[in-house]
């Protein structure tokens, strides 16, 4: 009897995403892998009787319970999912457009939380399961001129996952945030990294930021994306997964120092905070 877990993986046809579903393949998983375009990921990850593209519109209700109900019919559970899916949207608060704002909110937020409401009937009725969310370093740390929106989603998708642990775990589903720091992979090309349309160069700052991410990051990301699929299947199949999970030396060091932040913030302003209360 195969008691090799099945996985389904969000945005699967490039990344981080990619490299994990080869690597579940080359390992013994079956997984279910979604992507926008259907050609795109089966040309990219190849054929397999383990392996079922699914082509997904995120923003689609309909479009989302479809390919987790055919993932379930195609393989008989569902195990593992990994909210994947997601881009990054580079302009500083006045730039970026509404428009702009909310669609990166619905690809990185709203289209996380679609999967996770139609995939958690299933989990429910097993009694098992485990939900990654992958966020960013960004869901932790703010501080990155021409990056707010992009942060934002991200601390989203970390509120809305520590709210989900506690709600899932009574049936059984264990839940990880993973907080990438920069890894080798397309993240920062045209395609996955979309600038504002309406840049000022008054943003001497962001400027700088945009033109290190494209010229001097890119290409040279410390993080090992093989290492990182190995890394969410450690995960995975541990007894006690954890709920925040930091991948990257960077990752770890910039989380490190939000942490002695808001310690010597809490510290520093301590009086003021408990002058708030009420005096019995």
């Known amino acids: ?17 990619l490299v994990l579903v080869k690597t579940l393949l080359h390992q013994g998983y079956s997984v279910a892998a979604t992507s926008r375009s259907l050609a795109n990921l089966s040309e990219a990850v190849g054929s397999s009787k383990r392996f079922l593209p699914i082509q997904m519109d995120l923003m689609n209700e ?14 008989g559970q569902l195990d593992v999912i990994v909210n994947n899916a997601g881009y990054g949207q580079n302009g500083t608060l006045e ?3 509404d428009e702009e704002a909310r669609q990166n909110f619905d690809v990185n937020v709203f289209g996380l939380l679609n999967v996770i409401r139609k995939s958690m009937p299933q989990l429910r009725s097993q009694g098992s399961g485990h939900i990654f969310n992958i966020a960013s370093v ?20 970390v509120g809305l996952t520590e709210a989900l642990s506690v709600e899932a775990s009574p049936f059984g589903i264990k839940t990880t945030l993973v907080y990438p720091g920069y890894f080798r992979t397309e993240f920062l090309s045209d395609d996955s990294l979309k600038l504002a349309r309406n840049r ?19 290409g040279n990301q410390l993080g090992d994306p093989e290492k990182a699929a190995e890394a969410l299947i450690t995960m995975a199949e541990s007894e006690e997964p954890a709920l925040h999970l930091f991948l990257g030396s960077d990752a770890y060091g910039m989380a490190n120092e939000k942490l002695k932040t808001l310690a010597d913030a809490l510290e520093a302003n301590k009086e003021l905070s408990y002058s708030t209360d009420f005096k019995n």
């Open 200 to 218: 000022m160069d008054v943003y001497a700052q962001a400027r700088e930021s945009e033109r290190m991410h494209k010229e001097e990051i890119a």
């Open 138 to 157: 960004a869901g932790i740390v703010g501080s990155f001129p021409g990056f707010g929106i992009y942060c934002a989603t991200k601390f989203a998708v």
């Open 62 to 75: 309909e479009s989302v319970e479809d390919g987790i109900s055919k993932a379930i019919e195609t393989f």
């Open 1 to 17: 009897m195969d008691t090799k877990k099945v996985w389904l993986v969000t945005g699967a046809s490039k990344g981080l995403g």
């Open 95 to 97: 730039e970026i457009s």
